[in-house]
């Protein structure tokens, strides 16, 4: 059974950091590109960022650009998103989500094309 399980999230101040950590269990886990989504209350999920199976590609959403890394351990089978610079605005759920492909390319974008999801951990930025 395929667990994705997020951790990290929390309360932060304006301009603060935090490290969001996505442990996976139950796939074989260098096979997936693994991705990050975030959905405010009343609001769509969108995007944040992406890595490729083998890490050596990423992507990254237009608003956290310069701000949030994504990096993985394929070891560990953990995808983590260190989030710098936070803002008010970046308050949202978080999910990770992975996406099983042949492929070592670039990372899908598409919410859509991401075959297994977390529960999501809750990051708040206070003003």
């Known amino acids: 059974q395929v667990a994705l399980v997020e951790s990290g999230g929390g309360l932060v101040q304006a301009g603060g950091s935090l490290r969001l950590s996505c442990a996976a269990s139950?796939?074989?886990?260098?096979?997936?590109?693994m991705g990050w989504f975030r959905q405010a209350p009343g609001k769509e999920r969108l995007f944040v960022a992406a890595?490729?199976?083998?890490?050596?590609?990423?992507g990254y959403a237009d608003f956290v650009k310069g701000r949030f890394a994504i990096s993985r351990d394929n070891a560990e089978k953990t995808v983590t998103l260190q989030m710098n610079s936070l803002q008010p605005e970046d308050t949202a759920v978080y999910y990770c989500?992975?996406?099983?492909?042949?492929?070592?390319?670039?990372?899908?974008?598409?919410?859509?094309?991401?075959?297994?999801w977390g529960q999501g951990t809750q990051v708040t930025v206070s003003s």
């Open positions: 890595i490729n199976r083998s890490g050596g590609d990423t």
């Open positions: 989500a992975a996406d099983y492909t042949i492929f070592n390319g670039e990372p899908s974008q598409s919410g859509g094309t991401y075959d297994y």
């Open positions: 139950g796939l074989i886990f260098s096979a997936y590109n």
